[in-house]
């Protein structure tokens, strides 16, 4: 197999061969690569298949060299899920195989498929494992409505009442808005926000190129709540959410929710991924399935290039400290300009 490594931000027309696949996703793109390389220096290595022109087989690739977390390879940093693209098993392995032996020149101590891979079920353990959640966006807005839970129209009706008002916006003052409350929420949960500066690539390379969107609900006059929204193809990706925990009583969450749930379906798009949830994290699910959404396990798989094998008893990332809940805020965010680049 002639497997190229290819850097798609200097590949011509990376995002039009993608579209030769049915496989791909938001997280393939060429923009989200750029987010990653330019926000926290990632070198990209996109191991890929091209047979007469169309895309056979990717597997996206960034190599993070850290002093705190190792050298590594990860598909994809920050990627809730991104899937490698394969035809066959036989093509994975081969394509799999190359990354292996490159991550073993590069002295990286592990490979991170952070994503499922329908070849290795059965077969290996995962290192990790969460849940995913899809709405079915090809149906008519009342019967997409009418598969909600009984609680989640409630609180739709709710926050309509309460006279909020939500816009889905592409502008930078929409993502200092988000970001704000993004800090908020990070702080209340325990964990650090990440830096300011990734949140304005995501603007650069996908908001005002009108590849995602922030909806935000104000309550009042004040933004209250939002969530940052991605999209490829007929695919929406809700990929970050945040509010005002003095105004969820409310239920600005679940007005931002149905208003990009309404765009989205009379503007094409077919699915609404909801992002990767822990499945310790009870409330989240619950929020999710109150869509009306098909759950599934996902995920995520490790592989030591020492042992020359699968690892299967992953703690993953730690989801909250205490510490950072009462860490000023200047120092909270300057421990997320610290850390991230490291975390992937």
């Not at 502008?171 to 949960?189: A, P, Q």
């Not at 304005?200 to 006059?221: D, F, M, P, T």
């Amino acid at each position: 197999m002639n497997i190229q490594i290819i850097n798609p931000i200097e590949y011509h027309n990376w995002d039009e061969l993608l579209l030769t696949n049915d496989k791909t996703t938001f997280f393939h793109t060429s923009a989200w690569a750029k987010v990653l390389h330019e926000s926290y220096r990632y070198k990209p290595l996109y191991f890929t298949l091209i047979e007469n022109g169309k895309l056979s087989a990717l597997l996206p690739i960034m190599e993070i060299n850290s002093f705190l977390t190792g050298s590594r390879g990860v598909s994809l940093p920050f990627a809730d899920h991104c899937p490698p693209i394969a035809e066959n098993e036989n093509e994975f392995n081969e394509i799999f195989k190359e990354v292996i032996n490159y991550g073993k020149k590069a002295n990286w101590k592990a490979i991170d498929l952070k994503c499922c891979v329908n070849y290795l079920r059965g077969t290996t353990l995962p290192h990790e494992t969460f849940l995913t959640h899809d709405l079915d966006l090809s149906k008519k807005e009342q019967e997409i409505f009418s598969a909600f839970r009984d609680s989640t129209k409630r609180n739709i009706k709710k926050a309509n009442q309460k006279g909020l008002r939500v816009t889905i916006d592409n502008s930078r003052e929409s993502v200092k808005e988000y970001y704000r409350l993004n800090c908020v929420t990070r702080k209340k949960h325990g964990i650090p926000p990440q830096p300011y500066h990734f949140f304005s690539k995501i603007y650069e390379h996908i908001l005002s190129r009108k590849k995602g969107y922030v909806v935000l609900a104000e309550y009042q006059k004040k933004v209250v709540a939002g969530a940052v929204f991605f999209h490829f193809r007929n695919q929406a990706i809700f990929k970050y959410g945040s509010s005002d925990p003095k105004f969820l009583q409310l239920r600005p969450n679940n007005m931002v929710m149905w208003k990009a749930i309404k765009w989205y379906s009379q503007n094409e798009a077919t699915t609404l991924n909801f992002g990767r949830t822990e499945l310790k994290n009870k409330g989240l699910i619950q929020f999710k399935r109150g869509w009306g959404t098909t759950e599934e396990i996902l995920n995520y798989y490790k592989y030591d290039l020492k042992k020359d094998c699968f690892l299967t008893k992953g703690e993953g990332t730690k989801s909250s400290y205490n510490f950072f809940r009462i860490l000023p805020m200047p120092f909270l965010r300057l421990t997320g300009n610290l850390l991230y680049r490291h975390v992937g």
